[in-house]
């Protein structure tokens, strides 16, 4: 109850027989075990979750928390939080993540990027010090 992280669950799922062509935005848990041709978005959000199954494709941009692959993604990847990539991923595109699982088999064609989320946060002197310190 006090401390615990809040569990994602999956809300929605596009199922297998399904082909989506257009963006998706979620918030919550998505499976996809059908074909998006578009952007996987979910809102911002840190228990954001999305299932990409054996047989899923997804053509686009893929932007959650929690990101588990077990089918394909042709498009960038970010996952804010943690990406799972089983032994059937695949993935054709540049990966930024915080955290990475990935299992033998699985395959990313693009670059892996670790944590580039966050931007560094610049301080400037102020111009007494400046001033002291020529």
Known sequence: MFGKKAKSTIDSLIGATTTITGDVHFKGGLRID???KG?????????????????ARVEGEVRVAHLLVN????????????LEL??????TG?????????????????????????Q???????????????
């Open 34 to 36: 059908g074909i998006v």
């Open 39 to 55: 952007d996987v978005i979910a809102e911002a959000d840190e228990v954001s979750m999305l299932v990409i199954s054996e047989h």
């Open 71 to 82: 089918g394909e993604i042709v498009g960038p990847v970010i996952s804010s939080a943690l």
């Open 86 to 91: 089983q032994p059937k991923a695949r993935i």
């Open 94 to 118: 540049d990966v930024t993540y915080k955290a990475l699982e990935m299992h033998g088999g699985a395959i990313v064609s693009g670059k892996l990027t670790h944590d580039v989320l966050e």
């Open 120 to 134: 560094p946060v610049l301080k400037l002197a102020s111009p007494a010090v400046a001033a002291n310190n020529t």
